[in-house]
């Protein structure tokens, strides 16, 4: 799952997501927001200037969200972005307008735009979690100038294929074709089960 494919379906499928700053005493806040376009380099949004989301973003430079799909839990797919955002300012407008046709009805008159403004989310990591796969299916990706980053368990030489961490794996996910046995990142809740109980203590944890 490439970081193109994640933003055009967070916001094509998803569209609202929530989205996560923090005030002035570094606490954490959420908001909804609307993914209003997306390209391979990041996100854009819009809020309006007198919003105390606005005022966090330029605090911040930098923005988490999560947005998610499905019925219920078991048919859900999440996808998760973080990263440094900047405001683009009015230019981009009237594009996300015409993108989203529905900004009209809550601000009808151009100068009711006036305190728009544009911002992107750029640079960072996400993530891709469908939990309607079985296995659950997960992917990691990077977009822009951020670097690349690996994250969760990962078995290392010191393995020598006891198979203790097969009947703790929730996922099955271990493969003991090979020692070190290796993990399968793709299926992995990265719950840590199989390094609390190595006796080799033969995994790390990465991110
Ligand atoms: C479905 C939905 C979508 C929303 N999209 C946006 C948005 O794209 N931009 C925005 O500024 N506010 C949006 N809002 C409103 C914000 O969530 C709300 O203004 C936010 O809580 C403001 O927080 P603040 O007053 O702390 O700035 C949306 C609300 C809903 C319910």
Known sequence: MTASKCFIYLQKEIHTV???????DGLPVTCAIDIMD????????????????????KKDG????????????????????????????????????????????IYSTEKSRRA???FKLYDGCGEW???????????????????????????????????????????ACIDFTTTPAVIVQTHCLRCGNCKSVCPHNALIRRG
Do not use: W
């Open 129 to 171: 979690f469908d939990l309607s796969k079985k296995p659950i299916e997960r992917a990691s990706f990077n977009f822009g100038k951020a670097e690349e980053s690996e994250e969760g368990y990962f078995i290392t030489e010191h393995c020598i294929g006891c198979r203790t961490c097969e009947p703790v794996c929730p996922q």
């Open 62 to 105: 930098y923005m988490a969200l999560t947005g998610m799909k499905g019925e219920d839990t078991m048919s859900c797919v999440a996808v998760s972005v973080r990263g440094k955002v900047c405001e683009l300012g009015e230019a981009q407008l009237r594009r996300l307008f015409e993108k989203n046709p529905y900004m009209n009805e």
């Open 116 to 118: 728009l403004t544009v």
């Open 38 to 57: 997306a390209d391979e380099d990041g996100l854009y949004f819009l809020t309006a200037k007198g919003k105390g989301f606005y005022d966090r973003l």
């Open 18 to 24: 929530v989205a996560a700053t923090t005030d002035g």
